[in-house]
């Protein structure tokens, strides 16, 4: 069964640097969506993309995040200076139009020192 | 913005149990997702039901839209459905690019 990849598993970076997250949706999906969880707490909406353009985005998706799809594969999340609070893992998404069912990568655990 | 509320938060049973965990919602929505999440992180998708019952293996899931409340049934519980299940809910009724707003889990342990 197809499925969403996400690079690093694990990604430890200093304090204000800047870290990009890499995902593979499946290839025949049109909806992507990128999604935190802090440690301990629930899941949380970053924001999703459609048709080469952001679509929804939430209040924690700041200046500071960026999202991209570099070609035809590749779906990024790019936080641009790091935070403490930034440590989270970090989840894609990928789904079809007409509601489709959304399908999750394991996911990239972001460990901001 | 929907709010979306589970219960109960933490579940431990014994295997071989009939488990029900329950979510509510406050907005009308197009579909309600359950998904679990495994002690590695990850997270799968167990359902995305907008009407009536779903059944996959041992798992049953169904929703009423009128009451904006849906349960996840485990049956013949078994230690390896250890894990933490979720309600997922998009933040109205139409369809799109919608993200999800997730419950807080229900963590559901069982002992053989």
């Known amino acids: 069964e197809p499925e969403v990849t996400q690079t690093p598993s694990h990604q430890v970076t200093q304090m204000g640097q800047e870290v990009i997250l890499r995902c593979v949706p499946i290839?025949?999906?049109?909806?992507f969506y990128w999604y935190r969880q802090i440690l301990g707490q629930k899941v949380e909406f970053l924001v999703s993309?459609?048709?080469?353009?952001?679509?929804?985005k939430s209040e924690i998706f700041d200046d500071q995040f960026s999202v991209e799809r570099p070609d035809g594969s590749n779906f990024t999340l790019k936080i641009r200076s790091t935070k403490l609070e930034d440590s989270a893992m970090y989840f894609c998404?990928?789904?079809?139009?007409?509601?489709?069912?959304?399908?999750f990568g394991d996911g990239t655990r972001l460990s901001i020192l | 913005k929907n709010e979306v509320e589970q219960s109960p938060q933490n579940l431990t049973a014994q295997e071989g149990e009939f488990i029900t965990i329950n979510c509510s919602y406050s907005?009308?929505?197009?579909?309600l997702h359950w998904l679990q999440q495994h002690p590695g992180g990850g997270i799968v998708s167990l359902f995305m039901?907008?009407?009536g019952k779903k059944k996959h293996g041992r798992l049953i899931a169904t929703i009423n839209i009128q009451e904006k409340h849906s349960s996840l049934h485990i049956t013949a519980s078994h230690p390896r459905d250890s894990a933490v299940y979720i309600c997922?809910?998009?933040?109205?009724?139409?369809?799109?690019?919608?993200?999800?707003?997730f419950g807080k889990g229900t963590h559901l342990i069982i002992q053989p």
């Open positions: 290839s025949n999906h049109l909806y």
């Open positions: 993309f459609y048709n080469n353009e952001i679509s929804e």
């Open positions: 997922a809910v998009p933040p109205h009724s139409g369809g799109g690019a919608d993200g999800l707003t």
């Open positions: 998404a990928s789904s079809n139009p007409g509601w489709g069912s959304q399908h």
């Open positions: 907005v009308g929505i197009s579909a």
């Open positions: 039901l907008s009407s």
